[in-house]
């Protein structure tokens, strides 16, 4: 502990630092003294706790609480002040916070797809088999109107299901998609906060994709409709089980917040959802995107293209985007 005449000396360099910088944002102060300046306002709060428990001269306590205050202020405007253009800090937001907090939830974000897609390909394998399951594992009127669908294809005519619209018709269509599937992609996010439901959703649309394929494969028309279902589904069936994982994500710190507070935990939990959720809609715009141009319209080696190069820049993305020496996202 510093003597009386060595503290009034810290006390005055805080005042002169903060009387240069005030209405700069600290733009006034040199590298050193912005190192300088939060030492010097720790210093300044422990001296006015020891000024206020020790019964001091109410002058002196005035004037270390209000350098504090000071302090206080100049130091968290900065920290709140960010002059980064909107557009670098969405690039960073999908660039870089997205993809390293998906990765440090790996083992969540493996859970859902490993679950959706165990229960798709089981639905496929079954109905592949037996092919009155599809009316169990499905809505029947669904199936109904797929098998009157897959009979009035012409022979050696590929399946379209429900893509039969025009080219023309093709920015309507792709704006109802888009639309239709943000709408989903919420409703996936709020399941996430009751995992039961999430969990029903899942099911149901993994149910869906295996037994709707498996239906067409009985008229060997299964590769045909998958060329068209993946090739916007590579981006779409991804971005919208990953609106129920940031759901997940919202409401766990409620559930354990852990060693923090729990409206602490929600904070940081708040945080970690908006980063996963974040390149859920620009993914189901590029989804809807190609669903109304590409999907219908291309052959099916094209189809393929498009399903694989969406689905490798997925992965691409997902597994080494925003690596580097920064930290990973805080765990909440």
């Known amino acids: 502990m510093g003597t009386a005449k060595d503290d009034l000396q810290k006390l005055e360099r805080l005042r002169d630092l903060l009387t240069r910088s005030s209405g700069s944002k600290l733009r006034g102060l040199s590298a050193e003294e912005l190192a300088e300046l939060p030492r010097l306002y720790r210093f300044a709060s422990s001296l006015y706790a020891r000024l206020e428990t020790s019964?001091?001269?109410p002058g002196a306590i005035a004037t270390t609480r209000d350098l504090v205050r000071r302090g206080h202020a100049a130091l968290y405007?900065?920290?709140?002040?960010?002059?980064t253009p909107w557009y670098a800090k969405l690039a960073r937001l999908l660039m870089v916070d997205s993809p390293r907090a998906?990765?440090?939830?790996?083992?969540?974000?493996?859970?859902?797809?490993?679950?959706?897609?165990a229960l798709a390909i089981a639905a496929y394998v079954a109905v592949s088999q037996h092919l009155e399951l599809a009316f169990t594992l499905f809505d029947?009127?669904?199936?109904?109107?797929?098998?009157?669908?897959?009979?009035?294809?012409?022979?050696?005519?590929?399946f379209r299901g429900n893509f039969t619209f025009g080219f023309g018709e093709s920015p309507q269509?792709?704006?109802?998609i888009m639309a239709h599937n943000m709408q989903v992609s919420v409703i996936f996010f709020a399941s996430g906060l009751v995992l039961p439901l999430f969990l029903i959703l899942l099911a149901t649309n993994a149910l869906m994709l295996g037994t709707y394929t498996a239906v067409a494969a009985h008229w060997d028309q299964g590769w045909e409709i998958s060329s068209i279902l993946w090739c916007h589904g590579a981006l779409e069936l991804q971005a919208i089980v990953i609106a129920g994982l940031a759901g997940l994500l919202l409401v766990r710190p409620w559930i354990d917040p852990g060693p923090w507070s729990r409206a602490h935990a929600m904070r940081l939990g708040s945080r970690r959802a908006l980063h996963v959720l974040a390149p859920v809609f620009p993914m189901l715009f590029c989804a809807g995107l190609i669903e109304g141009f590409v999907s219908p319209h291309a052959?099916?080696?094209?189809?393929?293209t498009v399903a694989g190069l969406t689905g490798a820049g997925f992965l691409i993305w997902l597994l080494f985007a925003g690596r580097g020496d920064e930290p990973a996202p805080v765990a909440d």
């Open 55 to 57: 019964g001091a001269d």
């Open 77 to 83: 405007r900065s920290a709140g002040d960010d002059s």
């Open 102 to 117: 998906l990765r440090a939830e790996w083992r969540m974000l493996a859970f859902t797809f490993g679950f959706f897609y």
């Open 140 to 158: 029947p009127a669904a199936v109904s109107a797929e098998i009157a669908q897959l009979e009035a294809t012409k022979s050696g005519e590929p």
């Open 173 to 176: 269509i792709a704006g109802w």
């Open 299 to 304: 052959s099916t080696p094209v189809r393929l």
